[in-house]
């Protein structure tokens, strides 16, 4: 596997809400990671895909809500969030993509 596609794997999405918009005025954007990645790995991911110094990176793993699917209860699956805090004068915008 190339050094570019684990830097893929390793950020899957960023995560677009009103939080996450809020946050942006901080110099903090928000990912979505799999469950199995670290800080450094993130931290790696970040600086080589967007060409950005990140000053920290802070997680949390959002457990998957119990709700009803065609009225039989299952569950969503547990995500991990990677909030990445940027060195000021970097940015990353996030609606023009990769």
């Known amino acids: 596997m190339s050094v570019a596609a684990r830097h ?14 809020i ?3 901080n110099n903090q954007v928000v990912f979505e990671v799999p469950l199995s990645a670290s800080k450094p790995a993130i931290k790696e991911a970040i600086e080589q895909l967007f ?5 920290a990176v802070n997680t949390m793993r959002v457990k998957g809500k119990t709700k009803r699917f065609r009225g039989r209860p299952g569950r969503r699956n547990d995500i991990k969030k990677a909030i990445v805090t940027l060195k000021d004068g970097d940015s990353i915008d996030i609606a023009t993509g990769l």
């Open 8 to 21: 893929y794997d390793t950020v899957t999405a960023p995560i677009i809400t009103e939080k996450t918009t």
């Open 23 to 25: 946050v942006a005025e």
């Open 51 to 55: 060409s950005v110094s990140v000053t």
